[in-house]
């Protein structure tokens, strides 16, 4: 199973340039969570400080309790094994094939045999789809086959938390398609803990548990998918309908009084704007990508659940209306909840079947959609 990530307190500068404060997040085990953010917010740089390759002043990025900010090179050593990251181009050799890439960490970080590093790296491209294409050259294959290809070297060591950089940067929409439900898929295998860094708003709609976002210079929210695809936050909305109105301007960020008026214009005109965000937009809830059949069920839908019923009360109301929504009525029943209208209401009197007491944590058994979601 992945490991969780707790960030605390996370500031980052150049110089005199701060490029975001104060981030607090935890990403769940096992859970894939994407972040969000205009361009130049610093969403790379925070995939980097993440891995140790950029050193927040302040803060602390705790795993398996080393503090990656602080600890000595020797721990950040070891801790960087835990990591597998896909960067925005692959970054492949040109001048190795495909095999060579990908067997490359196992052969500077491990002592593998050959056999064994061709086991591995055969079964790592079969997992992305590459089998066959191991003589190739990263110039002969299409981008998709690249971003592919790089997935298959993010996963050779066995990563425990996987990072992606703009996985779909590049791609056409179907190619898209695909590598979103590979990534899903992947998360089902490994039940490895996913951050993925998009500006797709259909990725960041159907793939992920978790939803952050970055603006002027700090983490706007973060949490499970349902609060921020219900969020009327303006800088969300207009994110994830790609509309030009709103506070984010063409640099960044616009001033404010002139947001409000576009926004109060936009709302006068019933909502409409031309052009629409790259991989669909529109708020609200959509559903997430079902692993494809004969995998196993994704291990962290499951614990997802468990824990978002824990802080249900402490997100907002339209958030827990849609997460209650989800579950099937068993589910609904088993965690004393009911969706009426309104905020969902805690049952006095749980209905069959009675919650167990004292409560063990909750497992598929006979609510658990056969081959589906929990
Ligand atoms: N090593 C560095 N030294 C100085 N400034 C840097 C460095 N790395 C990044 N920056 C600056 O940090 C800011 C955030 O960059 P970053 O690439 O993280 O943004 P981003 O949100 O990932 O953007 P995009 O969505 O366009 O990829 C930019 O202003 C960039 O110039």
Known sequence: MGVEVVVEGLSKSFGRQTIWGDVTLTLPQGEISVLLGPSGTGKSVFLKSLVGLLRPEHGRVMINGVDICSCSEHKLYETRKLFGVLFQDGALFGSMNLFDNIAFPLREHTRKTEAEVRRIVLEKMEMVGLI???????????????????????????????????????LDPVRVAYLNQLIVDLNAQIDATFLIVTH???????????????????????????????????????????????PIGMSEEKDAAQAAAELAALAANGGSTLGGPKGGGGTGIVPQIEVSPGLPVRAAVRRRKERVMRILHTLPPTAQQAIVASLTP????????????????????????????????????????PGGEA
Do not use: C, H
């Open 132 to 170: 066959g294409a191991e003589k190739k050259l990263p110039g002969e294959i299409s981008g998709g086959m690249r971003k592919r290809a790089g997935l298959a070297r993010a996963l050779v060591l066995d990563p425990e938390i996987i990072l992606f950089d703009e996985p779909d940067s590049g």
């Open 200 to 246: 797709d708003i259909g990725t960041a709609r159907t793939v992920p548990d978790n939803i952050g976002m970055l603006f002027r210079r700090e983490l706007v929210m973060f949490g499970p998918r349902e609060v921020l695809l219900t969020s009327t936050e303006p800088v969300v909305e207009q994110f994830l309908n790609g509309r030009r109105e709103g």
């Open 330 to 369: 068993d589910e609904q029943a088993y965690f004393g909840v009911y969706a009426g209208a309104g905020a969902p209401q805690r049952m006095t009197q749980p209905i069959a079947p009675p919650s167990p007491q004292p409560r063990e944590p909750w497992t598929p058994s006979p609510w658990t959609r």
